[in-house]
């Protein structure tokens, strides 16, 4: 039973993150109005970057130099590194690999260190292969706005990558600065969201946004042979409301299994994740943000889970419209009692499971690669 102070303490921890959360988005709506601003389509984007970088010819896609700057946590590896092959030569810096056994002491001097490291790592690059475009997956917690204005003055395209500006844009506040992307966006040529709501933030920092969902890698995430043995599965992080909702599963009857960081069976590989969603009958989806209610985001596994094969059913949100046939390519739920009879339910009816699978697994392989999201993003930069 959990412990009475301790549950107050969650629930007044995701009150005041509510609070803060829609009084930051009231904020921007606000001031993206009062402007007059727009959210920039893909032809202001090309005028914009022409503009900044008129020096740049177009490559054949396979030739460009690519300097991507990411931590490889536990999927950003095998994400990123052979979606950008296919576009060149990739260069890679870790940006906590150097600093790994210090991290206790990370929001003090090891910050500065790292990024004194970077910038001479760039400009050793720079000098001696030359650097067509950088990618990053960075926020303020890591990288400085003094080190992202050195940076730009390479004059070499640089495009970020932020998943969770729903709730991380500015982030936590420690010493004036944002450990979101707020204090740093407007530095890069092009910053990609997966959040849309957060193009008005870019916006009003002054920075070129564009929304772009996550992806998967075909060559990992693909069908495996096998017998389905698990009803339902649930791979991610032990938090929030996720818990209570598998408990309440297993006791309503359903053979549901968790993996990840917090759950007893613990995290998995790549592999064996691949394995568990062939082997489960169904692949739960949570679309949650931590610490908020009812904000919701999309998933590295909303792309991943059909890519795989798996029947998907995820917790329901707009943007998953956007990006799937809901009902036809996977299925979502509103509330417990939905999500129970819908699992009862595509457990009853195996033949219309199946079709679902079968539809889901060709939408994320027709348009849901990494590779695709870096092709149009290249392209919209011009260097391909």
Request: aromatic share 10%; net charge positive.
């Amino acid at each position: 039973m959990e412990d009475p102070l301790k549950n107050y303490r969650r629930l007044l921890r995701i009150w005041l993150n509510d609070r803060r959360l829609a009084r930051e988005g009231k904020r921007y709506r606000r001031l993206f109005s009062d402007r007059n601003m727009a959210i920039p389509d893909e032809a202001t984007i090309r005028r914009h970057v022409s503009t900044q970088f008129p020096h740049i010819r177009p490559k054949p896609k396979g030739q460009l130099r690519i300097l991507t700057i990411h931590h490889h946590y536990n999927w950003e590896n095998t994400a990123f590194i052979p979606a950008l092959a296919a576009f060149g030569a990739v260069d890679h810096y870790d940006w906590m690999t150097s600093f790994r056994s210090h991290l206790t002491q990370w929001h003090r001097s090891l910050a500065q260190a790292m990024n004194v490291d970077l910038l001479r790592r760039v400009r050793t690059l720079a000098d001696e292969k030359g650097i067509d475009v950088i990618f990053t997956y960075l926020s303020g917690e890591q990288v400085l706005p003094e080190t992202m204005m050195t940076l730009q003055a390479f004059r070499i395209p640089m495009v970020n990558l932020a998943l969770n500006d729903k709730e991380n844009f500015v982030g936590k506040i420690r010493s004036g600065r944002a450990m979101g992307v707020r204090d740093i966006c407007r530095f890069f040529t092009l910053c990609w969201t997966s959040t849309e709501d957060a193009l008005e933030k870019y916006c009003v920092e002054g920075a070129l946004p564009l929304y772009l969902p996550e992806g998967a890698n075909p060559d990992l995430h693909k069908p495996m042979d096998g017998e389905q043995t698990i009803d339902v599965s649930f791979i991610g992080q032990r938090y929030g409301n996720r818990e209570d909702i598998i408990k309440r599963l297993q006791a309503d009857g359903i053979h549901v299994e968790a993996y990840g960081f917090g759950w007893p069976n613990g995290p998995l590989d790549t592999e064996a994740m691949v394995a568990l969603y062939a082997k489960s009958r169904i692949n739960l989806g949570f679309g949650g943000v931590i610490s908020h209610t009812g904000t919701y985001c999309l998933k590295g596994r909303d792309f991943e889970v059909p890519m795989s094969g798996g029947l998907y059913l995820t917790e329901h949100h707009p943007e998953l419209a956007k990006v799937y046939d809901v009902g036809g390519e996977i299925v979502t739920y509103s509330g417990y009692a939905d999500l129970r009879d819908k699992i009862r339910d595509l457990l009853d009816h195996p033949d219309k499971a199946r079709e679902i699978r079968r539809r889901g697994f060709e939408r994320a392989r027709r348009e849901h690669a990494w590779e695709m999201r870096f092709d149009n993003i290249f392209k919209l930069l011009g260097i391909i």
